[in-house]
């Protein structure tokens, strides 16, 4: 596209990915793309990399909220952690017309770059709120909670006040293993956002990772038990679909769903 | 018997109830309490049926007094039984909700002695988990017809939501499948419900005023106007079951509802009253079921009616063998419900006596619009909201985000598909300022020609969920 005027590139993180835009918004029209490091670089691209600095990310989040409001910067953030292919690029562009025209810049459907950058945000929102449903705890003998997601959007910022609210006086993780990020939760206090969680076990699994299975609590087990043996009792064999049951929840979450374990 | 017989049978039995939602309440956290209200209520899983568990959902004993013919939890019907003590319950809902396998629990109960004595032990389970536990989860407490006002009043204090089940769309239904039963028993808890929820109930059309009787306009009269609002449990004459469809001048359940100020924090039945309706197991037309479905939410504020498939499960001659539940016809039930609750439309345009039964292939709406094509086709650059909700395809997300997009520039056909309008559906009904869509797979142009287009609007319900339609001699089981 417009190669010529250069890409911005980021590493992964969101304010790395605000530096980037605040790059953008301060370079002349047509304004500079906004991409992944991680993605392959075009043949005839310029390439330009910002570094991630916390609070020039913190500046331009609070320049935009002010014109825009807070519910158009939830919007932003949801589009951003959906990590949908493009959103980001999108989504740099919309935080441009954001800064211009106010929260008003996203009722305008008719434009792709909002159009694709709601659709990331509804995905994000509804994988957001699955979760708040298919997180599965297991008391550690410790007496603390563990919960090993597998979520395809980057949904724990998102979550996290729901648990922590919920589950106010319990000592939790919630732990996303693929992108290494946890929600840490200690009774009383508010939660805190980490990355390259490791849970703290003395047993390990082949390989050296820590295993949570080795580490139950006593009576872990029984509980499971009879959760599985409920939801098999719940279901009415002669309306049995199982097609209506996996468009509600994909295969790809059952490997972290108690009930859904092989029976 | 140890803990998971006892679950194993107590959720079995708890099953054919279909309710398991959990929204309406935003009860707050207690600070050192476990758990609060999401207001949108949240699914944690999805049943082998397909069908979302969100709740605990278990009877407290499934031994009864009484004998509904459809019911396998009957008298006389030969199952295992066995009841909970309150405490091995109240430690399965908090094991559960810790482990977020639940957003709550929804407890009923086989009546053992009489209503109020089953009543008397359910609330003190919902005590012991409020009071004791801290716990703010969400909780759907079962109301046993006949219970004193007093008691259905303190079920609701603890409660999130209580909900009493007619299940028979009919009293001589009621009277031949569930004599146990009385309608006075039912909606006498209906009524408490409804006051426990701050909403004075009301009766809709005096019985002794004819659907025809009533002025069909009354310029000027404000909702409920011409209808006399019966007060205060004297002046209700018993039993009430008020099936007819409903006249024209009445309010939508959708304007009635919007009109309602809520408060999902509300310490006493945040999430209101519901019931169901037993589908196909007795007589009656979906122009019953939808009617009386209508009046419940006008009359009690009823917050949902659900529809349940007669699962014929050990044979009783009260009620049909069907082949199976007939989902088909609870499907478009449910779809016509919906339209009740959030389309604004009256239970009269979707079914008259001349027509009591839904359309099998067609969802309610599509059948609606082939009926009324001289409404069409809508502008959906120039119409409202209500008039685009009423396009086959558009639903209340879509309409909005019309409105939304076209604030901007005037919306082409093409355009429409982004913003989730069901083009397949809505290509028949719509103009973008005078240009009409192209029909996918065909070189006609939308300009609805009935025929044509009502094989095109078939949608696969029957497919995926027919097969099994009512057979059943009624008059030779009475
Ligand atoms: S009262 Fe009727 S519906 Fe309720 S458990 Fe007893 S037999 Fe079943």
């Known amino acids: 596209m417009n190669g010529a005027e250069g890409t911005i590139v980021y590493h992964g993180s969101f304010p790395g990915f605000l530096c980037a835009c605040a790059e953008a918004l301060n370079s002349r029209e047509p304004a500079p793309r906004v991409l992944d490091a991680r993605v392959e670089p075009t043949l005839f691209e310029a390439r330009f990399q910002v570094a991630r600095d916390d609070e020039r990310a913190a500046a331009l989040w609070d320049r935009i909220s002010n014109r825009a409001g807070s519910q158009a910067m939830v919007t932003v953030l949801e589009a951003f952690l959906s990590g949908m292919p493009g959103a980001d690029a999108s989504l740099a562009t919309v935080l441009r017309k954001l800064w211009r025209k106010g929260a008003k810049a996203l009722d305008d459907l008719s434009d792709g770059d909002v159009l694709a950058v709601e659709k990331a945000a509804l995905r994000a929102r509804q994988e957001g709120h699955k979760f708040c449903g298919l997180v599965r705890f297991s008391k550690l003998s ?122 | 018997m140890d803990t998971i017989r006892k679950l194993e049978i107590l959720s079995d039995a708890a099953k054919y109830d279909a309710s398991c939602s959990s929204s309406g309440s935003a009860r707050p956290a207690l600070s050192g309490g476990l758990g609060n209200g999401a207001v949108g209520g949240i699914c944690h899983t999805w049943a082998a049926d397909g069908r979302c568990v969100s709740l605990l959902k278990v009877l407290l004993s499934n031994a009864c007094a009484w004998d509904c013919a459809y019911c396998v939890n009957r008298r006389s019907n030969d199952v295992s039984r066995a009841g909970f003590e309150p405490e091995e319950l109240v430690r399965l809902v908090i094991d559960f909700y810790k482990r977020n396998y639940i957003e709550g629990a929804f407890l009923s109960s086989g009546v053992t002695g009489c209503p109020d004595t089953t009543m008397e032990r359910l609330i003190s389970v919902a005590r012991t988990l409020r009071v004791r536990e801290r716990w703010n989860g969400y909780l759907h407490l079962k109301a046993i017809p006949g219970a004193s006002e007093q008691l259905v009043a303190e079920a609701a204090r603890w409660a999130d939501r209580v909900s009493v089940n007619i299940e028979l769309p009919s009293a001589e239904s009621l009277g031949s499948v569930a004599p146990d039963k009385s309608p006075r028993a039912i909606f006498s808890v209906m009524r408490s419900l409804a006051r426990a929820g701050g909403f004075e109930p009301r009766r809709l059309l005096p019985t002794d005023v004819t659907p025809s009787s009533v002025p069909s306009s009354n310029p000027g009269s404000t909702a409920f106007g011409n209808l006399p609002a019966v007060s205060g449990a004297a002046a209700e004459r018993v039993p009430v079951y008020d099936v007819r469809l409903a006249s024209t001048d009445r309010p939508s359940v959708m304007e009635v509802r919007k009109d309602r100020r809520r408060n999902p924090e509300a310490a006493v039945l945040p999430a209101g009253q519901s019931t169901q309706l037993v589908v196909g197991a007795s007589p009656e037309s979906d122009a019953v079921i939808l009617g009386l479905a209508e009046n419940l939410y006008l009359a009690y504020d009823g917050r949902r009616v659900y529809y349940s498939a007669f699962v014929p499960t050990t044979p009783d001659p009260r009620v049909p063998a069907l082949p199976g539940p007939p989902l088909l016809r609870e499907h478009r039930l449910y779809q016509a419900d919906w339209l009740f609750r959030f389309y604004g439309f009256k239970a009269d345009e979707i079914l008259s006596a001349d027509r009591p039964f839904l359309d099998a292939d067609l969802d309610p709406k599509c059948a609606w619009a082939l009926r009324n094509l001289d409404r069409f086709p809508v502008d959906v650059n120039r119409a409202d909201y209500l008039e685009l909700l009423r396009v086959p395809g558009i639903g209340p997300r879509s309409a909005s985000r019309i409105l939304r997009a076209r604030s901007g520039s005037a919306l082409k056909p093409e355009a429409l598909q982004a913003l989730g309008v069901v083009m397949k559906r809505a290509a028949f009904f719509v103009t973008c300022s005078g240009t009409v869509p192209r029909i996918a797979g065909s070189m006609k142009s939308a300009n609805p020609e009935a025929a044509f287009a009502r094989a095109a609007l078939v949608d696969g319900a029957r497919e995926k969920l027919g097969g099994t339609q009512l057979e059943f001699d009624w008059d030779a089981s009475a």
């Open chain 1, 142 to 263: 410790d007496g603390s909670w563990y919960a090993p997601v597998e979520p395809s959007c980057d949904v724990l910022p998102l979550i996290a006040e729901h648990f922590s609210t919920r589950f106010s006086s319990m000592r939790f993780a919630i732990h996303d293993l693929a992108r290494g990020s946890a929600i840490i939760h200690e009774a009383g206090r508010p939660c805190s956002l980490v990355e390259g969680f490791h849970l703290d076990a003395a047993t390990t699994q082949d390989g050296g990772r820590p295993d949570p299975e080795a580490e139950l609590s006593r009576g872990e087990k029984e509980i499971r038990a009879l959760w599985s043996l409920y939801f098999r009792a719940i279901a009415i064999e002669p309306r049995r679909n199982r097609r209506l049951q996996m468009s509600h929840m994909p295969r790809k979450y059952w490997s972290r769903l108690t009930e859904m374990g092989p029976d």
